[in-house]
């Protein structure tokens, strides 16, 4: 099952086991039962101190197989082969069901063992999913150290019968205690602080009570981070406080125009992001959201929806953009229901199916390209009446026999009963309307700016940018901004990088030069 490389470096990692752990696994004579068998003996033969039990004759999804300290009952359990991003998941939980430790604060690992009741997660994911890792290495670790918690992966492509009847069509999708919990990917915080109903306020009390920052920055993607890096560096007090530290970025899968990195991964370049970061005495609050930016004379106030207020001397906008949608009927109706916006994590569960592309720019393009090699049937609509996408691009997609290219096409509705059924669209040029009979609606449309919680404050542009000068500037003194939430042509990764040094530096002499002294 697992090649010499990989049972190598598995090896090295299952050194850290100290303590004894048992593998129970439930079987059937099924193919599927059979790889997960070949897979459990390629871990067990690592380590000495792992077991593994067979079942045949329980109740149990199948295959499926826990994980955790021998003679104690596992509360961790994969349903289906923990590969591709997962086997990240399953080396994890081996370690951490030994005693190893996690790399979280001592405070949340606190706040896990004091949780009050009883919950039964269930993640369903796709191995192709690149945010589904994170939801389940975060529950997994919240089973291990509680014993009231119990959480078991479930791969939507082998149980596709309860795909089915709970109609999941987004991954990855949680579901506590048998009611759907939430979707998207969520880390570790945000899940305790929606079970933890004290968290928000005690998390309000302690941010409320920091002292005034030299420089705040709002928003974690690269223009954030390369903020505050360049913020640390002057010696200078900084904060950080993001609502996804990564933003946009962590929804990226293929980058290969970062100058001096011939390919990377969005989710490995914001680790790398994070990392630095770290590396500097900055201040990062993760999982907060803006609600309000109250500027003053000599400090701003930056209000959060948690009822928190942070002050600070110069502040940073870098909230970057989010999937721009159709605001047509039926899209926000069936999100999660057939409307998707990642066709790298939703585009396995549509295995099969005809489903649309809408949007001929290159995010539009590839996810045809990609979805081509999975689904049965791709109908990409683009407004305009020529594709945007680059030509290499194109060249693929017009190679595909699987593919449909509409151009000047208007989508007006999505349709459905419980889920997903079609999409009308208006020709035009014939201003007749179609409607295409389909199962999955992607949305490839751009990206719009986070800035709705600045509007009456600081200038916008008629889009919703903020409007910087040469030097990151906004219309209120001690305010700037930079990224892909401004006016600055281009929204890409390494020009938003570039914008936030420049911002961070502006910030910088602004404080030098006012009468506020620097911290």
């Given at each position: 099952?697992?090649d010499?490389?990989i ?5 090295a ?17 099924s193919?599927?039962?059979q790889?997960?068998?070949?897979l459990?003996?390629?871990v067990?033969?690592q380590?000495k ?5 067979e079942?045949?004759?329980d109740?149990e999804r199948?295959?499926s197989?826990?994980v955790?300290?021998?003679g104690e ?10 590969m ?5 998941s399953?080396i ?16 949340v690992?606190?706040?896990i063992?004091n949780l009050?009741?009883e919950?039964?997660f269930?993640t369903?994911?796709?191995?192709s999913?690149h945010?589904?890792p994170?939801v389940?290495?975060?529950l997994n ?5 509680n014993p009231?918690?119990?959480?078991t992966m479930?791969?939507?492509a082998l ?6 009847e709970?109609?999941i ?8 205690n ?8 969520m880390e570790l915080g945000?899940?305790l602080?929606k ?7 005690r998390?309000a009390?302690k941010?409320s009570?920091?002292?005034?920052f030299d420089v705040l920055v ?7 981070a ?6 640390a560096r002057?010696g200078?007090?900084?904060?950080v406080v993001?609502?996804?530290?990564g933003g946009?970025?962590m ?6 125009n970062f100058?001096?990195v011939?390919y ?7 680790a790398s992001?994070?990392e630095?970061v ?8 993760n999982?907060q959201?803006?609600s ?6 000599n400090l701003h ?6 009822g928190?207020a942070?002050?600070?001397k110069?502040?940073i906008?870098?909230?970057g953009?989010?999937w721009?949608?159709?605001n047509v009927?039926g899209?926000?109706e069936f999100?999660?229901k057939g409307?998707?916006y990642?066709?790298?994590c939703?585009g396995?569960?549509f295995k099969?199916k005809?489903?649309?592309v ?5 995010s539009?393009?590839e ?9 049965a ?5 683009e407004?305009a ?11 693929k ?11 000047s ?10 889920k997903?059924n ?12 179609q ?7 992607f ?7 986070n800035?709705?919680?600045?509007k009456?404050t600081v200038?916008l542009?008629?889009?919703g940018e903020?409007?910087?000068d040469a030097?990151g500037?906004t ?19 390494i ?10 530096l ?11 002294p620097?911290?």
């Open positions: 099952m697992l010499a490389n049972k190598t470096q598995l090896k990692y299952l050194e850290r086991v100290t303590q004894p752990i048992e593998i129970v696994a439930s079987l059937d004579d193919p599927k039962s790889e997960m068998l070949e459990l003996h390629d067990v033969e380590s101190l792992i077991t593994l039990i079942r045949r004759d109740d199948k295959p197989f826990t955790g300290p021998r009952e596992g509360r961790v359990r994969f349903a289906g082969l923990p591709g991003h997962e086997f990240t399953l994890l939980a081996l370690l951490q069901s030994a005693g190893y430790p996690p790399k979280v604060e001592p405070e690992i606190e706040q063992k009050e009741g919950f039964n269930e369903y994911i796709s191995l999913c945010n589904c994170d389940v290495q975060a670790l919240m089973a291990i150290l009231k918690v119990r959480h479930v791969d939507g149980f596709q019968q309860e795909v089915e709970r109609q069509m987004a991954v990855p999708t949680v579901y506590l048998g009611q759907e919990f939430g979707q998207g990917r945000e899940i602080a079970v933890d109903t004290g968290a928000a306020a998390d009390k941010l009570e920091k002292s005034a709002v928003g974690g993607g690269p223009a954030g390369a903020a505050a890096i360049y913020a002057k200078i007090r900084t904060g993001a609502e996804r530290f946009q970025v929804d990226t899968m293929a980058i290969e100058i001096s011939k990377t991964e969005g989710p490995k370049l914001v992001l994070e630095h770290k590396e500097y005495e900055v201040d990062v609050m999982l959201r803006v309000a930016l109250v500027p003053g004379e106030e930056v209000r959060l929806e948690n928190a942070l002050k600070a110069t502040v906008v870098a909230t953009a989010r721009r949608e159709m009927p899209e926000k999100r999660g409307v998707a990642c066709p790298h939703d396995p569960l099969g005809r489903v649309a809408v949007g001929g720019g290159n539009g393009v996810a045809a390209i990609d979805l081509a090699g999975v689904v049937h791709v109908t990409l609509l407004f009446d020529t594709l945007r996408a680059d030509a290499v691009l194109q060249k997609l017009y190679s595909l026999p699987n593919v449909t290219v509409i151009k096409a208007q989508t007006t509705e999505v349709t459905g009963t419980d997903v079609g999409l009308v669209y208006k020709d035009r040029v014939s201003g007749e309307m409607r295409i009979e389909l199962e999955g609606i949305v490839q449309i751009g990206l719009l700016p800035t709705d919680f600045l009456g200038e542009s008629r889009f903020i409007v910087v030097k500037q219309s209120v003194p001690g305010v700037f901004a930079a990224g892909d939430c401004t006016t600055v042509p281009y929204k890409q990764i020009i938003a990088m570039g914008e936030g040094a420049k911002a961070s502006s910030a910088f002499d602004h404080l030098i030069r006012s009468s506020a620097v911290a």
